[in-house]
């Protein structure tokens, strides 16, 4: 009990006068004024200053009452965010060591600059123990930094040499990091800025990853390794090397799997999402089933990673016409307690998965009421290469009117699909499924709706789109292949005996 009664002598004369936890259920008798303003807040009262400042005092946001109030919040709940769990599956391993060699290390500086050298030490021990498992390199420069002050205080000469010549190799190996880290993040912002900086990326890309091979070698630093790994996945990308991605990805978790570090360090979930992308990409679809499943046990259902990597298990299933893998996967996710909490973007993608799954499927399975809106609001949350995204919509439209009987709106729907063409897919050299495709809707007219002379006449258009099928990298995929959505669309025509004079 000895240290935790230094600690409440510690905390009892040293904590600050107006430090008072805010309750955060809001469920507090006798409230004071900041806990009232953060209960109106968390009930939804006060969305505006004018609103906050009305329901406090009943005056504007200039009375200084209402300022010193929202300043004395502020300061407490920026307080609290030492104590937010970053256990949390929403956080990397990574993320969570980082914070809690942090952590340590700042408790650290307080109690030795309180004078408790021994309390002090303590804590940089478990720093350091736990940085070293995972070879966060600053946050065991910091603690052998501060613990060579508190050696000197304590006249300990042996062990302050031990610890400055572990300083000096720290510092050469974090030098090292850091000028990594730099590059590294140049070539993020590259690829990020926007779609031509990515597309002319290719020379500073290849070189990034030269020089941080080398460093990698030399260093054998986890940090460096982790650059390269996502510089390689980038290149492998730009390429639409997609058998290389693959191959890469299994070839990585090998590397940190024979590393002395932590293996949780490398992000298995992402690697397997990125290699069951990969095989949708180059159409293996159940070497792509099984490295899904695979992926799964490495991600938890609350963390975005797992739509993420579910999306990729329905689209392997969509693509390779398995319909009822395709709806199982959707059930999943809708019964996954975390969908309602989901970002937005989300949500809002698996609606339209939902439809999209809606036409594959035969007439049994077909939703009740179909909500297109769903399908147009979560036009934002697509890349905007996926141009040819927004081509199928119009299509789905049509298809649901012929089911409908309302040829007039469906034929409405296919002068859509001309006009979207037109304005953004006919640009020369570019979009060459999207123009296959265009081709042969065109003829769909042209023959008044008669199936199986278009049939006859589209087949070499069927072949060509067939021939252009690539996958763009940083860019959606086609939820129904153009392939699949055209049979659909012939046997809805076909079924509905449409005639157009």
């Keep these: 009990m000895k240290e ?65 109030l929202k300043s004395r919040l502020r300061h407490k ?23 809690e060699c942090e952590e340590y290390v700042h408790k650290a500086h307080i109690l030795y600059k309180l004078g408790e050298y021994a309390m002090s030490e303590k804590q940089l021990n478990k720093c350091i123990t736990l940085a070293e498992e995972n070879q966060i390199t600053s946050a065991l420069l910091a603690a052998y930094e501060l613990k060579s002050d508190i050696l000197s205080y304590e006249c300990k000469p042996t062990d302050f040499d031990i610890a400055t010549k572990k300083i000096n190799d720290l510092r050469k190996l974090d030098l090292e990091e850091r000028k990594n880290q730099d590059l590294f993040l140049r070539i993020r912002m590259l690829m990020s800025k926007s779609i031509h900086s990515r597309n002319t990326c290719h020379d500073h890309l290849k070189e990034a990853i030269s020089l941080t091979d080398k460093s990698w070698k030399s260093t054998q630093s986890i940090n460096i390794f982790l650059n390269s790994y996502q510089l390689k ?81 329905f689209l392997l299933a969509m693509h390779n016409q398995d319909y009822k893998h395709a709806k199982s996967v959707l059930e999943d996710v809708l019964r996954n307690p975390n969908y309602s909490r989901a970002a937005e973007s989300t949500m809002s993608r698996w609606k339209v998965f939902r439809i999209y799954l809606n036409f594959a499927t035969p007439n049994k399975d077909m939703l009740k009421r179909v909500r297109f809106s769903d399908v147009y609001e979560a ?9 040819g995204y927004y081509f199928t919509l119009p299509l789905l439209e049509f298809i649901h009117h012929i089911n409908k009987d309302r040829i007039d709106l469906a034929i409405n729907k296919l002068d859509e699909v001309e006009n979207y063409f037109f304005k953004y897919l006919n640009e020369p ?21 008669n199936v199986e002379k278009t049939r006859i006449k589209t087949n070499k258009y069927h072949e060509k789109m067939r021939e252009k099928m690539e996958y763009p990298p940083f860019s959606d995929f086609e939820i129904i292949p153009y392939e699949h959505l055209w049979e659909i669309v012939l046997k809805t025509v076909g079924k509905a005996k449409v005639t157009v004079s």
């Design 4 to 68: 935790i009664n230094k600690l409440v002598d510690l905390v009892t004369h040293g904590l600050k006068s107006n430090f008072d936890v805010i309750n955060l259920t809001g469920d507090v008798e006798n409230p004071g004024k900041e806990q009232l303003l953060y209960n109106g807040v968390l009930r939804g009262d006060f969305p505006t200053d004018e609103s906050a400042a009305q329901g406090m005092y009943g005056s504007d946001i200039y009375d200084q009452r209402f300022r010193m």
């Design 429 to 449: 050299g570019k979009n060459p499924r999207e123009k296959q495709f265009y081709k042969m809707l065109k003829m769909l007219k042209t023959f008044g709706f």
């Design 379 to 387: 036009a934002d949350y697509y890349y905007i290469e996926s141009k």
């Design 233 to 313: 996945v980038w290149l492998f990308l730009l390429n639409q090397d997609y058998p290389g991605l693959y191959k890469f990805t299994q070839g990585a978790a090998k590397v940190v799997d024979m590393a002395k570090v932590d293996v949780r360090r490398f992000d298995l979930g992402y690697n397997s999402y990125l290699a069951s992308r990969a095989l949708l990409a180059a159409e293996k679809y159940k070497e792509g089933y099984k490295e899904a499943k695979a992926g799964y046990k490495f991600i938890d259902k609350s963390t975005e990673r797992w739509f993420d990597h579910s999306e990729t298990d």
């Design 77 to 99: 709940l920026y307080d609290l965010l030492y104590h937010i769990n970053f256990d949390d599956p929403g956080f990397d391993h990574t993320t969570q060591v980082e914070l």
